[in-house]
């Protein structure tokens, strides 16, 4: 099976388990789960953006760990920080086919090697990221984001 047949699979499966739920965290956790299984990727999951904890007032957001799949990962992402943090401020897709030359990349394990985030966005103002990090090199593409800017709308 290519990986563009293993995405269409992907999507009617995640648009049948999210069908009638309203509960995003519920939504994120089984997508989450769904691609991790479908691709076997060392972490995929989702950071949420959260009030900052600080007491100035319009202090800028941050992105919290949500649901996920693999080994522990980071808690916190500043605005504009990493991958996470640069995709969240450009509201783009970032695909990063090597992250050791990604300038201020956040290891939040040294065995990533690539890594691609798609915003999750409500009325189009980023709400989350959905981030995928593989061992591999190079293992995102035009299909990766395709398929997955199509599957984080179902949330």
Not at 115 to 121: A, G, K, L, S
């Amino acid at each position: 099976m290519t990986k563009e047949e293993k995405y269409q699979e992907l999507l009617a499966q995640a648009a049948a388990v999210v069908a009638g739920e309203t509960d995003m965290i519920a939504n994120m956790a089984n997508v989450a789960a769904l691609i991790h299984e479908t691709f076997g990727f060392w972490w995929t999951g989702f950071y949420r953006v959260a009030p900052s904890d600080s007491p100035i007032k319009g202090e800028r957001k941050e992105l919290v760990l949500g649901p996920f799949q693999g080994p522990p990962a980071c808690m916190r992402i500043p605005y504009g920080k990493g991958v996470c943090g640069t995709a969240w401020e450009k509201n783009e897709t970032v695909i990063v086919p090597n992250v050791h030359e990604f300038a201020g990349h956040i290891a939040c394990s040294s065995e990533s090697n690539s890594e691609i985030v798609v915003p999750v966005r409500r009325n189009g103002e980023v709400i989350a990221v959905l981030d995928i990090d593989s061992k591999e090199f190079n293992t995102f593409d035009e299909i990766d984001k395709k398929y997955l800017e199509q599957i984080v709308k179902l949330l």
